[in-house]
C-alpha cells in the first residue's frame, strides 16, 4: 500500500508520527511535506497529495493541519476525492465504511498524536460497505 501525507506547519509533528509508525508497518510513504514550524500555506501540500491519490501513485492520503477544515476543503475541489475530517475514531471508520473516503484529514490542535495515529489505522483498515451507500457516493462528484 502508499499512502501520500501531507500537512501545514500545525501539523509537521504528527506527520512525523504517522510515517513513522506506518514505515514500521512496511506502508510505502510519498511525503509531501511541509517538514518546517514556519507559517506555510495549507493548499501547497493539500493539492499535492490529492493529486497523488487522484492519480492512483497512491491508494489514500492523509492531511494535517490545525483543524483540518482547510485542508479537506482543498482537498475536496479535486474530482474523485473524499476527504473526511475526523475527530473521532468511529467518524474515520464511517468516513469509509459510508463514504469511501480516500483521504482522512486530521485537525492536530484537537487531537492527540495518538489519536492522529489510531484514527489512521482504523481509516486504513476499513472498507467501504457499498450497497445503498455505492448510489449516495455516485452522487457527490459535479
Not at 501531507?6 to 511541509?34: P, R, S
Not at 493539500?46 to 479537506?72: D, K, M, T
Not at 459510508?98 to 487531537?111: K, Q, S
Request: charged share 20%; hydrophobic share 35%.
Amino acid at each position: 500500500m502508499t499512502i501520500a501525507i501531507g500537512c501545514d506547519h500545525a501539523g509537521v509533528e504528527m506527520k512525523n508520527a504517522i510515517i513513522h509508525h506506518l514505515t514500521e508497518k512496511g506502508i510505502t510513504i510519498i511525503d509531501k511535506g511541509t517538514n518546517t514550524l514556519d507559517s506555510v500555506d495549507y493548499p501547497d501540500y493539500a493539492h499535492p497529495v490529492a493529486n497523488e491519490v487522484e492519480s492512483g501513485n497512491a491508494q489514500f492520503g492523509i492531511l494535517i493541519c490545525g483543524s483540518a477544515n482547510g485542508v479537506c476543503i482543498t482537498a475536496n475541489k479535486h474530482q474523485g476525492i473524499r476527504a473526511a475530517l475526523c475527530w473521532k475514531n468511529e467518524i474515520a471508520s464511517l468516513a469509509r465504511q459510508h463514504n469511501d473516503a480516500n483521504i482522512i484529514g486530521l485537525p492536530a490542535r484537537f487531537i492527540s498524536i495518538e489519536e492522529g495515529i489510531e484514527f489512521t489505522d482504523t481509516f486504513l483498515n476499513t472498507e467501504f460497505e457499498g450497497g445503498r451507500h455505492q448510489n449516495r457516493v455516485n452522487k457527490i462528484s459535479c
